[in-house]
């Protein structure tokens, strides 16, 4: 078991298999990055599972992709059966833009995938226009039809944001509600990425705007997900995400790796150490020699102090949100 040196076991990984996207989200890539990590750099899909077999062994028992757009990396199937073949009782899952779903969703629940993460920031298409800076909703909303027509699990992210999708808060959340689906409002995150013109909404905001039409009650969290839940009359469940929250790293049980192997072991921290060179060596030892220290290492907190001056400089799209 990996237990980290503030008693937190950490039994889930989240690997970025590219840190390419088709979108432009305002709040994570509004730019082409000036350079993109030249593909012979990325760990191939044998190469990662190599360490996830070791970090399975660990006792790692959810893995999330991630990216970037995770659906970018051709075959990714292949990658997720080999870990679905390795130990079927993986909590396997996936978060995605969904725009490529369509037409993919078979085969990755075939493979072994169990659930998917999607972000559906707004329900107008000009609003996804603009945040994603491409005509992207028809191909979203698509793509989660298929995915649960196909048996996939679906879970909502959504970043509220004032004048831009602040006005969809209650019309996101019941679109997930007529479908089953969770929805998790996402805090933003400040990061040097992101433009400039964002203004986030922050928990106490959005729960303003949902009590305003709704009753619920507090859950608080659950130990699994770094979500706060709360639980409306009618039984529906919602969660906010609240990186800025005191409580949002007692729950934290993840490390992250990225597409070239870099360990991380907390989202908003630059240190990291990679497994690479181990596992293209074939090195397994070294590598859960890296995986120990990374966990051992891994801080009691992020560094999001509320203060705005703190901004963080990893990108999402490099360590997968
Ligand atoms: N491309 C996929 C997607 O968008 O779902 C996976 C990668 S994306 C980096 C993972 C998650 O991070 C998404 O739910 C996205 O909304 C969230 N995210 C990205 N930048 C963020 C920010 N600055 N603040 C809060 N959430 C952010
Ligand atoms: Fe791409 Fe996801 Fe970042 Fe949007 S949030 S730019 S879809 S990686």
Same mark, same amino acid.
Do not use: H, I
């Given at each position: 078991m990996l237990i980290d040196s503030y008693d937190r076991v950490v039994d889930y990984i989240r690997v970025s298999v590219t840190e390419r996207c088709n979108f432009r989200c305002q709040y994570c890539m509004p730019e082409k990055p000036f350079s993109w990590v030249p593909k012979e750099n990325l760990l191939s899909f044998e190469e990662l599972f190599e360490f996830m077999k070791v970090c399975i062994d660990e006792g790692v028992k959810k893995v999330r992709i991630t990216g970037g757009? @995770?659906?970018?990396?051709? *075959? %990714?199937d292949r990658f997720i059966k080999m870990i679905y073949d390795y130990d079927p009782s993986i909590d396997l899952a996936m978060t995605t /833009?969904?725009? %490529?779903l369509k037409g993919t969703a078979q085969k990755l629940k075939d493979a072994g995938l169990k659930r998917i993460n999607v972000s559906i920031d707004t329900l107008k298409p000009e609003v996804a226009i603009k945040i994603a800076q491409k005509d992207v909703l028809a191909n979203v909303l698509e793509g989660v039809e298929e995915a649960r027509k196909v048996g996939l699990k679906v879970k909502v992210n959504m970043v509220p944001m004032k004048g831009m999708n602040a006005d969809e808060i209650v019309d996101v959340l019941e679109y997930c509600k007529a479908r089953d689906m969770s929805v998790r409002f996402i805090e933003y995150m400040e990061n040097?990425?992101?433009?400039?013109?964002i203004s986030g909404m922050k928990s106490d905001e959005l729960l303003g705007v949902l009590s305003e039409k709704y009753e619920f009650s507090d859950d608080g969290f659950d130990g699994s997900s770094p979500s706060h839940y709360y639980t409306m009359k009618d039984g529906y469940r919602f969660g906010i995400i609240e990186p800025?929250?005191?409580? #949002?790293?007692?729950q934290c049980n993840r490390i992250r790796l990225t597409a070239e192997g870099n360990l991380i072991p907390?989202?908003? #921290?630059d240190e990291a150490m990679s497994i690479a060179k181990s596992v293209r060596e074939g090195d397994i030892k070294a590598a859960a020699a890296v995986l120990k220290e990374v966990v051992r290492t891994? @801080?009691?907190? /992020?560094?999001?102090?509320? *203060?705005?001056?703190?901004?963080?400089?990893?990108?999402f799209y490099e360590t997968g949100g």
């Open positions: 757009e @995770p659906l970018l990396r051709e *075959d %990714l /833009n969904a725009y %490529l040097q990425y992101a433009s400039k013109e800025y929250g005191d409580d #949002f790293c007692k907390c989202l908003y #921290f891994k @801080p009691e907190k /992020n560094r999001w102090g509320g *203060d705005e001056s703190e901004v963080s400089t990893r990108a």
